[in-house]
């Protein structure tokens, strides 16, 4: 993720730009049983995740805390059902993530080209 300050000049020509680059290379999603952060909880580091059930957790998320990253969660394992985004910040109940009911049950992130070449699309000249 690139991020640009623009710092106040008369001079608007672009050597009085300064350019941050925020490496945003990890990924962090905890998963809970129940809402407000309470309950049996999944936590997921620098993964996709295609089945809960194979990592052990057969448990309903209610509210979900993203610490970094972005992620999109599915409602069936296999990356199937409905979808939801997940940018950093906190969900404390499955309404404030679009959801009906609390059924996630695999997930995967969202990630940039530039800094996670591994398991990026590269299209073929």
Known sequence: MKKIRRFPQ????LHHLHFSVQESQDHKIV???NPSFAGKK???IDDDVP???AHGYQEKVSSVRVQNGTWVAYQYPGYRG??????KGEYKECSD?????????SVRRIRDMQWHQRGA???SN
Request: aromatic share 22%; with cysteine.
């Open 42 to 44: 999944i936590e997921i």
């Open 121 to 123: 699309f590269h299209t």
């Open 82 to 87: 409905y979808q939801y985004l997940f940018e």
């Open 51 to 53: 089945s809960f059930h």
């Open 10 to 13: 008369l001079d608007c020509s």
């Open 31 to 33: 998963l809970y049983e």
């Open 97 to 105: 993530f679009g959801a009906k009911v609390p059924q996630i049950q």
